[in-house]
């Protein structure tokens, strides 16, 4: 069974730094390429940042660029997600996932974590 654990979240000022993680497990994900999204109300799902399972090619949203880093963790099947430079906007419910697929839908997602940013 696969599951995708999200943690990290929690309550940050503007400017702060938060990092979060996703724990992976029940597959071979070497394959895979991993994704944040987040949700913040009242808004659709956006991508945030995604990376191979290999820690290749990440890719960023313009409005994380420079502020956001993706990473895959050496020792544990985990991908982390650096965030710093936060801004109330920011704020939302991340989500971690899956996809097998070059494109495509993402296969598997995690329960969501909430970050929330004040000014």
């Known amino acids: 069974q696969v599951q995708l654990e999200e943690s990290g979240g929690g309550s940050v000022q503007a400017g702060g730094s938060v990092r979060l993680s996703c724990a992976a497990s029940?597959?071979?994900?070497?394959?895979?390429?991993m994704g944040w999204f987040r949700q913040a109300p009242g808004k659709e799902r956006e991508i945030v940042a995604s990376?191979?399972?290999?820690?290749?090619?990440?890719d960023y949203a313009d409005s994380v660029k420079g502020r956001f880093t993706i990473s895959r963790g050496n020792a544990k099947n985990t991908v982390y997600l650096q965030m710093n430079s936060l801004e109330p906007e920011d704020t939302a419910v991340y989500y971690c996932?899956?996809?097998?697929?070059?494109?495509?839908?993402?296969?598997?997602w995690g329960q969501g974590t909430q970050v929330t940013v004040s000014a």
């Open positions: 996932a899956a996809r097998l697929k070059i494109q495509g839908p993402y296969d598997y």
């Open positions: 029940g597959r071979d994900f070497s394959n895979y390429r």
């Open positions: 990376i191979r399972w290999t820690g290749t090619a990440p």
